[in-house]
């Protein structure tokens, strides 16, 4: 079974527009929860997470764990047209690192 | 400089061939993974490995083998018994237990006609 749910699946928003993007996970004892972009090839890291509550910034993107709720999501503000990716979660538990099924964000001008 | 480099960048191949990919990483991480990655969808864990000569299965590992005899080196053949090789596939790379970040190579798109 899927132990990282990411949704939406894909969004459409236009420029400007603020977008949340949810992570869920089955898995408590994780070491921690990721944040990539991925727009052609290599995805590209954004975030590492691993307490709970504690919001992590990069310019327009943030994001947070929720360890109660088992979830995670990653906020973009005033949307560009070269935030259009696909942003992936995952989480590295046991030996493994687990990917979900991703976002795809089209961001139209 | 320090990175996870995979050859070929393209692969093409006749049905019913077995084909390997190349994953090098000169980074010194005990972990590497693949992934396979289908037209708009996320990444799934083929196999992966923590350390040297080690590896385990993961998610979809039917159809493929991998072998990890040098740290630097996790080669991905995918054989004649994958059903529906035609895919990207990413290598990836990364420090065990100590949350850090994976890191990426460019991947290899292989198409089987």
């Known amino acids: 079974e899927d132990k990282v749910v990411q949704s939406p699946l894909s969004l459409v928003v236009h420029e400007g527009d603020t977008v949340t993007l949810n992570c869920s996970y089955e898995?408590?004892?994780?070491?921690?929860l990721l944040w990539y972009k991925q727009e052609k090839k290599a995805p590209t890291f954004l975030f590492m997470l691993?307490?709970?509550?504690i919001e992590k910034k990069s310019g327009r993107l943030s994001s947070i764990l929720d360890k109660k709720e088992l979830s995670s999501i990653l906020n973009i503000t005033a949307t560009q047209t070269g935030d259009s990716a696909i942003y992936l979660c995952?989480?590295?538990?046991?030996?493994?690192?687990?990917f979900g099924a991703g976002t795809i964000l089209r961001v139209k001008s | 400089d320090g990175g996870i480099t995979q050859s070929p960048k393209y692969l093409f191949r006749k049905e019913g061939q077995n084909v390997t990919l190349s994953c090098e990483q000169n980074l010194n991480h005990d972990a590497m993974y693949w992934y396979r990655q289908d037209p708009g969808q996320g990444l799934r864990l083929i196999y992966y490995?923590?350390?040297?000569?080690?590896?385990q299965k993961g998610d979809i590992a039917e159809g493929y083998s991998v072998s990890r005899e040098k740290k630097e080196s996790f080669p991905l053949t995918v054989t004649s018994a994958q059903k529906n090789p035609t895919a990207f596939y990413l290598c990836?790379?990364?420090?065990?237990?100590?949350?850090?970040?994976?890191?990426f190579g460019q991947g290899t798109r292989l198409t089987v006609v």
């Open positions: 691993t307490s709970s509550g």
């Open positions: 995952a989480i590295e538990y046991g030996n493994k690192l687990v």
């Open positions: 490995s923590q350390i040297v000569n080690d590896f």
């Open positions: 898995v408590t004892n994780f070491r921690s």
């Open positions: 990836a790379s990364s420090i065990p237990r100590m949350n850090t970040e994976a890191f």
